[in-house]
C-alpha cells in the first residue's frame, strides 16, 4: 500500500511559519488531509484538499494561516502555516479525508514556544 513521509516540522517562535511535506511513495487519487494531535487531545483534521486542487477545508482554528496544496506529479501533500500558536503545537500527520486509512506515518513534530 501506499506509505507516506511527513517532514518539516520544528521548533518555532509563536508568529513564525513552517511549511510541511507529505510524500506518498504512490500516486495519491483521493482528497488528502493533515491532521493533528496535540498531548492530551484527540486527533482532529487540520485541513483537506482533493486531487484538482479546487476543493479546499479548514478547521476554523486555522482559517486564514494555513494553506494546503499539493503536487500530483510528485505525490506530496504541503500545508503552509503562518502566524503560528502555542496551541498548535502537535504531531502532524496526513492521511485520505474524510476516512482516514489505518496506516499512519511517523508524523512530524511541530512546537510552537517561545
Known amino acids: 500500500q501506499v506509505q507516506v513521509v511527513e517532514s518539516g516540522g520544528g521548533l518555532v517562535q509563536p508568529g513564525g511559519s513552517l511549511s510541511l511535506s507529505c510524500a506518498a511513495s504512490?500516486?495519491?487519487?483521493?482528497?488528502m488531509g493533515w491532521y493533528r494531535e496535540a498531548p492530551g487531545k484527540e486527533r482532529e483534521i487540520v485541513a483537506a484538499?482533493?486531487?484538482?486542487?479546487?476543493?479546499?477545508e479548514y478547521a476554523d482554528s486555522v482559517k486564514g494561516r494555513f494553506t494546503i496544496s499539493r503536487d500530483n506529479a510528485k505525490n506530496t501533500v504541503y500545508l503552509q502555516m503562518n502566524t503560528l500558536k502555542p496551541e498548535d503545537t502537535a504531531v502532524y500527520y496526513c492521511n485520505t479525508y474524510p476516512t482516514p486509512r489505518d496506516y499512519w506515518g511517523q508524523g512530524t513534530q511541530v512546537t510552537v514556544s517561545s
Open positions: 504512490g500516486t495519491i487519487f483521493g482528497t
Open positions: 484538499i482533493n486531487r484538482a486542487g479546487d476543493y479546499l
